[in-house]
């Protein structure tokens, strides 16, 4: 098995595509619209990699083809193609694989391990993070930003060190770390907290202002810290407020592994919140901002969107906003859109 980028030059050449998917390949992904066998079929496209080189019949899977393709990098991308490349072997570090892919294409807590080594590969818990980066590691290997071409050639030959050994890799994980566990002990001890509201498949996620500390998150700059709400929430839809100076800032989000095909986690369809966001736009008295749609990030569903395009600071209460949005039950979910 050989491994090269996604590039035109190979539209027509009999190719795996896995993670990513592109045309004229065999699919091992758990992307929408992906054509994987059904079989192999599972949460991340690292355990479908896994349960491909396990399958007694990979041969017939594989049709022969020796190239192995991704169109992106990521975590999961990163893992996914190592085990293919690998082989059976790669079934020694099977735990550590799925952990470490569902910290980086879920920002799922498994172990800190896992979170670490999902960091030192893509840069966040988030894979597709709003701030700008790359692969710390791409990055430390190269001297210098890469291309995601480049930061495979650099990545895969030091999976199995990452994922074995990634308390070497401090210095790469250190500061990202630090932000999800102050999230994560705010949660611990009650400074922020999750209410289910079960009936509406709500959860009311309300987030500490420590939080957002000068070395920490910015809720008007910066992603939700989703690696701890992932943890601690259990709803289909999340209600994510956070206490700022006179009022609230407020995003509407999907859990973050909704975006992908899952088997074992549910399902999640996208709401039709178009009335929600007229009754909170008629209640709202700050008029410098306005509760609207937001597909910015892979998750995301609504804001509270200031003057300056920013996330702005409502007036209304979070208990509020949540008896509003529970009004759209599960029932008046629409169709999931495509990624």
Do not use: C
């Not at 066998?37 to 949460?43: I, N, Q, R, T, Y």
């Not at 990545?155 to 990202?176: G, I, K, N, S, Y």
């Amino acid at each position: 098995m050989r491994f090269e980028f996604y590039h035109a030059g190979l539209e027509n050449v009999p190719k795996l595509s896995v993670d990513g998917t592109v045309d004229n390949a065999l699919h091992f992904s758990h992307w929408v619209g992906n054509e994987t066998p059904a079989e192999l079929k599972a949460d991340t496209s690292t355990e479908i990699a896994l349960n491909l080189v396990a399958a007694p019949h990979r041969k017939r899977l594989t049709q022969g083809i020796e190239l192995v393709t991704n169109n992106h990098f990521d975590t999961d991308g990163v893992l996914s193609v190592w085990t293919v490349l690998t082989g059976e072997k790669a079934l020694d570090l099977n735990d550590q694989l799925v952990a470490a892919a569902e910290a980086g294409d879920f920002s799922e807590f498994t172990n800190e391990s896992a979170v670490r080594a999902s960091i030192v590969i893509q840069g966040s818990d988030q894979a597709a993070p709003n701030e700008a980066g790359g692969s710390p590691l791409a990055i430390k290997l190269a001297g210098a930003q890469v291309d995601d071409a480049r930061a495979y050639d650099l990545v895969l030959p030091e999976v199995e060190r990452v994922l074995t050994h990634v308390d070497e890799f401090e210095p790469l994980w250190r500061d990202a770390w630090q932000k999800i566990a102050t999230a994560l002990e705010s949660f611990e001890r009650g400074a922020s907290t999750v209410t289910e509201m079960a009936a509406a498949k709500l959860s009311l996620i309300t987030l500490a202002p420590e939080i957002f500390s000068p070395s920490g998150f910015n809720p008007t700059r910066h992603a939700a810290p989703y690696t701890a709400i992932s943890k601690y929430a259990r709803g289909h839809i999340f209600l994510i407020a956070t206490p700022v100076e006179h009022g609230w800032s407020y995003r509407i989000d999907y859990p973050y592994y909704s975006w992908a095909e899952t088997l074992v986690r549910p399902r999640i369809k996208r709401r039709d919140l178009s009335s929600v966001l007229s009754q909170l736009n008629e209640v709202e008295d700050n008029r410098d901002g306005k509760w609207q749609f937001d597909s910015s990030e892979m998750t995301s569903a609504a804001k509270f969107i200031g003057v300056d395009g920013a996330l702005g600071l409502s007036h209304l209460a979070p208990a509020k906003v949540a008896d509003i949005l529970s009004t759209v039950s599960s029932g008046g979910e629409a169709a999931v859109a495509g990624t």
